[in-house]
């Protein structure tokens, strides 16, 4: 074992580069997410969660390629990822570019789908549900009787989570991975799928991560009050973004805060966010202190 030097401590702190969140607010205020990082995205559906995640991976795929239409400043070229790779295992391919093409400008749709692989897992997500076969056949437009065994009736919920991590693992180097979604396997373990399970996966998400050398997010429909109270969920990753909305008479305003990051974005004080969605995609509009 080799005892730590002060010079040697800091040239290993200082190869950890960092990624852009995206937004000039928050860049400028943290110097991006280190690199290697597992980030939960937490959030209702409409309070800006999704909308993040495509805004995001848009915004560093035009860092890299463009970095003349970028709106920042990049201080570490070689860090950004080369590509996204989204994993999906409760909507289509379809689904999910319709609503990036829904939230992203067109540049800015045009950019990340140039640089974008999804990697539907969907299907054999739904074959591991009990659902009624009239409509399993119906959502894969298949209008003829099934008779037979399918080729996936010996397959479970583990054999599932390996073959996703097979597929993280052969596209993880240097890339940006977005995992949608939590709350598909938390509502999973109504049929089987244990909270161990899916507590060891995202423990490996976080250890590969770091490895990895891009960032990895995952997807949380869920409110933040919620998964702040919960320990092992809130720290399962590296660090975590919650989004909340606020319904206030005919107003709904979207907000964001960030969590510490095991202390790498720590501020003496919160600061929550004011957020939107604009026609470019999501945006943080003013910031203030609580």
Not at 119 to 147: V, Y
Not at 189 to 202: H, T
Not at 210 to 233: C, K
Request: charged residues 20%.
């Amino acid at each position: 074992m080799t005892d730590e030097t002060p010079i040697g401590a800091k040239r290993a702190s200082r190869s950890i580069g960092r990624i852009p969140f995206g937004s000039p607010t928050l860049d400028g205020r943290f110097s991006g997410i280190p690199a290697g990082s597992s980030v939960l995205l937490c959030g209702a559906p409409d309070a800006g969660t999704d909308a993040y995640a495509h805004t995001h991976a848009a915004s560093l795929m035009t860092a890299r390629y463009y970095p003349g239409m970028y709106d920042g400043r990049i201080t570490t070229p070689d860090i950004l990822p080369e590509k996204v790779h989204y994993v999906t295992v409760d909507r289509t391919r379809s689904h999910l570019l319709h609503e990036m093409d829904s939230v992203l400008g067109a540049r800015r749709f045009n950019t990340l789908t140039e640089h974008l692989h999804i990697e539907d897992f969907s299907d054999r997500f739904l074959d591991l549900t009990p659902m009624p076969p009239s409509l399993r056949q119906a959502a894969r437009g298949d209008t003829t009787a099934d008779d037979g065994p399918s080729e996936r009736d010996d397959a479970t919920f583990d054999s599932f989570l390996g073959e996703v991590s097979d597929y993280l693992v052969s596209v993880g180097d240097d890339n940006m991975v977005v995992f949608d979604s939590l709350t598909a396997l938390n509502g999973a373990r109504a049929f089987g799928l244990s909270q161990a399970d899916i507590l060891g996966f995202l423990s490996g998400i976080r250890s590969a991560a770091e490895s990895w050398g891009g960032i990895v997010s995952v997807l949380h429909h869920a409110r933040p009050e919620v998964i702040r109270a919960d320990e092992i969920v809130n720290t399962a990753l590296h660090g975590c973004l919650y989004f909340y909305t606020n319904d206030s008479g005919t107003n709904a305003q979207k907000t964001m805060r960030i969590g510490e990051f095991g202390g790498a974005l720590s501020r003496r004080r919160q600061v929550v966010y004011d957020t939107q969605v604009t026609d470019s995609g999501f945006s943080i509009s003013s910031n203030r202190r609580v």
